[in-house]
């Protein structure tokens, strides 16, 4: 499903979405409101032309259209690795982008992340997955690593992280797998557009990853962890 077809879906009361060089902007209307769309499309990587692009759209909605709902669209390779980006220093591109959605936040917008292709590493870190709630539709291809490079990485033999992919979410992509990991906050099989008014009359500041993740038998130890370090106590494991 390409952008149009999913914006097309999403907002069926009209949308005003615009794309240069892979990366989305403009607003659309959700249950009578109007909300400000940014994203990425063609498997783009992020790189430092995209992170500015995105986090002035979001700077911008927050300074002219307070408390504006913004949505975002991933389909992204990843981080852009080329030795410019990386002698610009990618890295404080990618904070800066982190930044403004959380400056967004706290200024009272609502965020909500949508991965409607493809999700990779630094690029969705930055984009979908730092939203107050992050979706997928079922086809989506979510990882933060494919397990040939976790092999290589980890020196960890690329059978034994298939094996554990059997059964261990982290170990392996997709959007199911990031459901029971509490990364992804839910998947949509149909009518996009009530699951987008419903997603962003619920979203908010709250981090609930690590609680759904433990709920959902994916992340075990994440919210203990978590709880104890805010707390000063000891872990609790489930």
Known sequence: MNWQQVADALFPQ??????????????????????????????????VEIALAQASAILDTVRRHPGRAIVILVDTEGQRLRRRDEMLGINSYMAHLGKCVELARRRGHRIVGLVYDQALSGGFITS?????????????????????????????????????????????PGAENYLRMGGVAGIWHENLAAALEDALAQAGPQDRRAELGLERGGRKLAFAVAQAVRTGSDVQAA
Do not use: W
């Open 14 to 47: 009209g949308h005003r979405i615009v794309e240069r060089d892979c990366f989305l902007s403009g607003e659309a209307q959700v249950g009578g409101q109007t909300v400000t769309v940014i994203g990425t499309t063609g498997h783009t990587p992020i790189g």
């Open 128 to 172: 979908g997955l730092i939203a107050d709630a992050c979706y997928a539709l079922p086809e989506a291809t979510i990882r933060v690593m494919g397990l040939p490079a976790m092999a290589r990485i980890t020196k960890v033999p690329l059978e034994r992280l298939e094996e554990l992919a059997q059964d261990n979410p982290v170990f392996a």
